[in-house]
């Protein structure tokens, strides 16, 4: 099913699925970039035959009991096709449209396949789909959803997709698709004036390793050895930041530094976070109205009760933040991301209404972790630009660990640590025998990064090896 892509006044064009799907972008006539789906095109006569398929195609397969498969679905089309007269081509048409409706994302199945693409937003009908890409960032696409009932019944699939139910009067809500990408999605036009809107943040399947951060330079080496020492010496963190700063990325990857058995419970409002500890308790906010009014507050305050070593929360922004400094006040370790720009307008927000947490709750937290998302030389970036410690007390105590020098595009680091001082404090470690393993976890993140280790499974691996001497044995025996 060869589908040609157009050269002409193209800036660049890649396959999605060779030979069947790709795209091109290209300039248009005002100078800006426009993000062209190529999919096989199809005759009047071929989107008939797809409409009356697909729909008999479901029919049949809702009456099976078992289960839906790709397969299934392909032999079920055949035996519909095999009435017609039509050619191998036409037969793989529907083949593709019948497989991206049922098991993908129908017309932005294309998009959910383009690993350059991180947000897709659609903001009604008649209006193009914007798309955000790793290396055109905010462009227009040639998607329209052309009637309120075409977009009104996309949503509605992608809401099922991610186990919610949407309605006019359920018309507001957030969920994780399958693959892991995050939908949001406005229903009818009582909340949105252009009706019907959604905004899809695509995530990888596979997170981010601490190798991945730092191989593309969010991190430096030294940060990240900090901040193994930092999580394995049980200190908690906050990581501010704003909208797509990378805030979950790097929780995520924090993870990796717990020692481990560590009993590790996670709390999420939609799921994201994806770890490879064995004694690993995630825990989601259930889905929908009729979820009997549990809260993301009301699951940390039960998971308290579960003696967890490593309490991590995927962002706290209501009353479950009180909760969460409960919990590092009664001695929990706790990792979770915030919603602020910097560190005056994080301690502005939870000091003051609605969040209201005293200040000496406040300075119960260890370290405060500011991440942006930056556009340097045209191509956006994302950088850890301040590492913070708090320091117990009545009083705010501040001081700046690590800083981002932005015309060098590099982090420095300060001043002495209180972190370094408690972990030398808390182990009986001379400076000098501290100095000499901070060497070797340097080495050992500089080894992955150089031989291009970076998968978050092999790298979680190594780490754990490591810091529970199997590592060293290996490389004796070698």
């Known amino acids: 099913m060869p589908c040609e892509i157009l050269e002409t006044e193209s800036l660049e064009t890649y396959w999605i699925k060779e030979d069947t799907c790709g795209v091109e972008i290209i300039r248009t006539k005002n100078n800006n970039q426009k ?38 679905l392909f032999k079920t089309a055949d035996k519909i096709l095999s009435r017609h007269k039509i050619t191998d081509t036409t037969r793989d048409k529907i083949r593709y449209y019948l497989e991206t409706t049922v098991f993908g994302w129908g ?32 462009m227009e696409t ?45 229903y009818g036009s009582a909340v949105s004036a252009r009706g019907t809107s959604f905004t899809i943040r695509k995530f990888k399947e596979v997170p981010y390793s ?53 009993k590790i419970v996670t709390l999420e409002d939609t799921q994201e976070l994806m770890l490879c500890h064995g004694n690993w308790m995630p825990s989601v906010v259930p889905p929908g109205r009729s979820r009997e009014n549990i809260t993301l507050f009301d699951l940390v305050t039960a998971a308290m009760r579960q003696r967890p070593e490593y309490l991590i929360v995927g962002e706290v922004r209501g009353k479950e933040t009180s909760a ?27 000091e003051n209404p609605p969040l209201s947490v005293p200040r000496a709750m406040i300075s119960s937290l260890d370290i405060i972790l500011t991440q942006k998302r930056i556009v340097k030389e045209g191509v956006q970036i994302r950088r850890i ?16 660990v690590f800083s981002y020098i932005e015309k060098d595009d590099c982090a420095v680091f300060l001043e002495s640590s209180k972190v370094y001082s408690d972990i030398l404090s808390h182990t009986g470690m001379t400076k000098d025998e501290f100095e000499a393993e901070a060497e070797r976890r340097k080495r050992l993140l500089y ?10 499974q092999t790298v979680s691996s190594v780490i754990s ?14």
């Open 465 to 478: 090896d490591y810091m529970t001497g199997v590592l060293d044995e290996i490389e004796t025996k070698n």
């Open 35 to 72: 993000y062209h789906v190529i999919e096989p095109k199809l005759s009047p006569f071929e989107k008939e035959l797809l409409n009356i398929t697909l729909k008999e195609s479901r029919n049949i397969l809702a009456k099976k009991s078992a289960e839906k498969t790709k397969d299934e």
């Open 447 to 456: 080894s992955m990064a150089e031989s291009g280790v970076t998968d978050f």
């Open 107 to 138: 017309r932005l199945e294309v998009l959910r396949l383009d690993k350059n693409i991180e947000d897709i937003s659609c903001v009604g009908i008649n209006h193009p789909v914007y798309i955000y890409h790793r290396k055109y960032r905010d």
């Open 210 to 262: 601490v190798i991945d951060l730092i191989q593309n330079r969010t991190f430096t080496v030294e940060e990240m050895v900090y901040l193994w020492f930092a999580v394995e010496y049980n200190h908690s963190i906050l990581i501010i930041g704003g909208t797509a700063s990378g805030k979950t990325t790097t929780l995520n990857a924090l993870s990796q530094f717990i020692p481990p058995l560590s």
């Open 324 to 350: 969460l400094f409960q919990a590092i006040n009664t001695g929990h370790t706790t990792l979770s991301t915030f919603h602020a720009g910097n560190l005056n307008n994080a301690i502005n927000r939870l």
């Open 142 to 186: 040639d998607i329209f959803f052309e009637t309120e009932d075409e977009l009104d019944n996309a949503v509605t699939l992608f809401a099922q997709k991610a186990g919610k139910q949407i309605s006019l009067s359920n018309p507001i809500i957030d969920g994780t698709l399958p693959g892991g990408s995050r939908i949001q999605i406005t």
């Open 385 to 400: 630009t301040d590492i913070e410690e708090i320091s117990n007390g009545t009083e705010l105590n501040v001081s700046k």
